[in-house]
């Protein structure tokens, strides 16, 4: 089923690196179109037309055994081969040229039963409901609408955002009893951290388009890292356009 609101996801995969996306994200992701990237992160004395030179036989086997897995589920694909000094940088700009709203940091995930999907503020609310409702659909997975009030926030705003985002899903066809609201006082990473522990995947959206560099580099890299769960990072809907490297 191709998804109708347009949305797409980039997954980037370390093909040469042993990483695998698990069955259970290839199922839950069958409804939105995915832009597979395979890359290699190099290190820095070597070039990347070297390697590519080298691998790229290797690494473009691996991404067509991709491909062929996503398209057994039912989901709409293609493919990036990328051999790069910086992943992260690769990551932003083959979003930018894809046309994805999202990428996808991959953690082993033996079950997807629940989502753990943390809202900010009211910034893209209805852009992350979207695409969450999406992956929700002709699923069972149960989801948790998750906000930490900080100093400069207040529970109560923090309520109303989650409510919000509660009714668009509802809206879109997911049942109330499937969709868990909580608010909670702390340090937003921690905070989120600790939740994702009892969640199979966490959806985290970007608070403004002007700070996405940030969140791929600082924030999210560091749930990433520090979570057994795979995190899915929605994008602005308005994206600034500037300088984000070159494919190598």
């Known amino acids: ?26 199922d839950a992701f069958a409804s939105v179109p995915v832009v597979v990237l395979g890359y290699h992160e190099l290190p820095d004395q070597t070039a990347p037309d070297q390697a590519r030179s080298r691998f790229a036989e290797q690494a473009e086997a691996e ?8 398209e057994a589920a039912g989901c709409e694909v293609t493919t990036r081969l990328a051999f790069t000094h910086d992943r992260f940088e690769t990551f932003e700009r083959a979003a930018d040229e894809s046309g994805c709203d999202a990428v996808l940091l991959l953690n082993p995930a033996p079950m997807l039963e629940r989502i753990l999907v943390a809202i900010r503020g009211n910034v893209n609310i209805g852009h992350i409901a979207g695409l969450v409702a999406t992956l929700l659909t002709d699923t069972e997975i149960d989801v948790t609408l998750f906000h930490v009030v900080s100093d400069d926030g207040t529970r109560e705003q923090g309520e109303e955002h989650l409510e919000a985002a509660a009714s668009m899903l509802v809206e879109r066809g997911i049942d109330h009893d499937r969709i868990d609201t909580t608010v909670v006082d702390g340090s937003p990473t921690d905070a989120i951290l600790e939740a994702a522990a009892d969640h199979d995947l966490l959806v985290i959206g970007e608070s403004r388009p002007s700070i996405r560099r940030l969140i791929f580099r600082d924030r999210a890299e560091r749930i990433a890292k520090r979570t057994i769960d795979p995190v899915l990072i929605v994008r602005g809907e308005y ?3 500037g300088e984000t490297g070159s494919e190598e």
């Open 1 to 26: 089923m191709t998804d109708p609101d347009g949305h797409r996801v980039l997954v980037p995969v370390d093909v040469l690196g042993g990483e695998v996306v698990p069955s259970t994200i290839v």
């Open 239 to 241: 994206l600034e356009t």
């Open 63 to 70: 991404l067509e055994e991709l491909r062929t897995v996503f």
